[in-house]
């Protein structure tokens, strides 16, 4: 099969054998991949594959099932699925763990459909299970043009929240307006911490999904209502910070974080489960559907890295085989 192999942080097509299922996965024919910033971090060598994964990046795939382990039941041959994976997604077939299939929407294409696992997993996993965002609670997205970004704008409206976000340009800000954020402040022109004061009252926000970090962290406490929730996902800016522990007593702060790609299939699948029950549904009856911004060709998956890497793009980059 074609795949795109990293060698010296640069990406290459290659001929790689066909991967053969264990008991619990299943083989599928890749029709899109999504591209995601730890594609990026490990083309650069600083995001190694876990154990155990493939070499080859890729996170998040779409495409049809064309080969079956020995112990799977519940899906079958020619199946239309998308698919959360460790690695091997920049490739014509892909191996999954059955677990982590999802049906693909009735209403959405194989290229929709692969820019849904990656984020969709962890804005779910992050806001909701982890961060507990509840009706009525104000939501502060960071990133907000992202792939995680736009789907959290979506799941936080959905399930009732409000959302404000922050973006590094006025198109950006404008289009998440028009994706349903209740407010978008542009960090290139205006203080997000005071624009949070000015936008609540003087009491802060609930909850708060940060890719950024570093420089970001003490702004983001000052921005932090009594009980609020600060869930860290990525660390643009720098692993370390400064931190003021008196807030943090005094509002009962909560800071917490993850990283989705190292946990184990049994973690990854009850985030599946609660997807298909609670927001497969909307993405069907068309309520919320991922933001793509541009396909781009297997072999071109240098090229889909370096628009990765300008953060020009809104919402996903995917790539079709």
């Given at each position: 099969?074609?795949?795109i192999e990293?060698?010296?942080?640069?990406?290459?097509?290659?001929?790689?054998?066909?991967?053969?299922?264990?008991?619990?996965?299943?083989?599928?024919?890749?029709?899109?991949?999504?591209?995601?910033?730890?594609?990026?971090?490990q083309r650069?060598?600083?995001?190694p594959a876990?154990?155990?994964?493939?070499?080859?990046?890729?996170?998040e795939?779409?495409?049809?099932?064309?080969?079956?382990?020995?112990?799977?039941?519940?899906?079958?041959?020619?199946?239309?699925?998308c698919?959360?994976?460790?690695g091997?997604?920049?490739?014509?077939?892909?191996?999954?763990?059955?677990?982590?299939?999802?049906?693909?929407?009735?209403?959405?294409?194989?290229?929709?459909?692969?820019?849904?696992?990656?984020?969709?997993?962890?804005?779910?996993?992050?806001?909701f299970?982890?961060?507990?965002?509840?009706?009525?609670?104000?939501?502060?997205?960071?990133?907000?043009?992202?792939?995680?970004?736009?789907?959290?704008?979506?799941?936080?409206?959905?399930?009732?929240?409000?959302?404000?976000?922050t973006?590094?340009?006025?198109?950006?800000?404008?289009f998440?307006?028009?994706l349903?954020?209740?407010?978008?402040?542009?960090?290139?022109?205006?203080?997000?911490?005071e624009?949070?004061?000015?936008?609540?009252?003087?009491?802060g926000?609930?909850?708060?999904?940060?890719?950024?970090?570093?420089?970001?962290?003490?702004?983001?406490?000052?921005?932090?209502?009594?009980?609020?929730?600060?869930?860290?996902?990525?660390?643009?800016?720098?692993?370390?910070?400064e931190?003021?522990?008196l807030p943090?007593?005094?509002?009962?702060?909560?800071?917490?974080?993850?990283?989705?790609r190292?946990?184990d299939?049994?973690?990854?699948?009850?985030?599946?489960?609660?997807?298909?029950e609670?927001?497969?549904?909307?993405?069907?009856?068309?309520?919320?559907?991922?933001v793509?911004?541009?396909?781009f060709?297997?072999?071109?998956?240098?090229?889909a890295?370096?628009?990765?890497?300008?953060?020009?793009?809104?919402?996903?980059?995917?790539?079709?085989?």
């Amino acid at each position: 099969m074609l795949a795109i192999e990293i060698d010296n942080s640069i990406l290459k097509p290659a001929q790689r054998p066909l991967p053969i299922p264990l008991a619990n996965q299943v083989l599928i024919k890749v029709e899109a991949a999504g591209i995601n910033r730890p594609d990026v971090m490990q083309r650069k060598g600083l995001y190694p594959a876990p154990p155990g994964a493939s070499d080859i990046p890729g996170l998040e795939v779409a495409g049809t099932i064309a080969a079956l382990g020995d112990n799977i039941s519940q899906l079958h041959i020619n199946d239309k699925v998308c698919a959360l994976v460790t690695g091997g997604g920049y490739a014509e077939y892909c191996l999954a763990s059955a677990a982590l299939c999802l049906p693909v929407p009735e209403s959405l294409s194989f290229i929709q459909a692969a820019a849904l696992p990656e984020t969709f997993f962890t804005v779910w996993s992050n806001v909701f299970d982890r961060a507990h965002l509840l009706p009525g609670e104000t939501l502060l997205v960071h990133g907000s043009s992202s792939g995680i970004g736009t789907t959290a704008i979506q799941l936080a409206k959905a399930f009732k929240a409000k959302v404000i976000v922050t973006a590094g340009s006025k198109a950006k800000c404008e289009f998440c307006l028009q994706l349903g954020a209740d407010a978008a402040i542009n960090y290139q022109e205006q203080d997000f911490v005071e624009e949070i004061k000015r936008l609540t009252d003087n009491q802060g926000v609930d909850v708060i999904l940060d890719m950024i970090g570093g420089d970001y962290f003490p702004r983001n406490l000052k921005c932090m209502s009594d009980d609020a929730r600060l869930v860290q996902i990525a660390i643009q800016n720098g692993p370390k910070t400064e931190i003021n522990l008196l807030p943090v007593m005094l509002k009962r702060l909560t800071i917490t974080g993850s990283t989705l790609r190292a946990r184990d299939d049994t973690f990854k699948a009850a985030i599946a489960k609660q997807l298909f029950e609670n927001v497969w549904p909307l993405l069907a009856s068309g309520q919320i559907k991922p933001v793509i911004h541009s396909t781009f060709t297997l072999t071109d998956a240098a090229l889909a890295h370096q628009l990765m890497e300008s953060s020009r793009h809104i919402g996903k980059i995917i790539l079709t085989v």
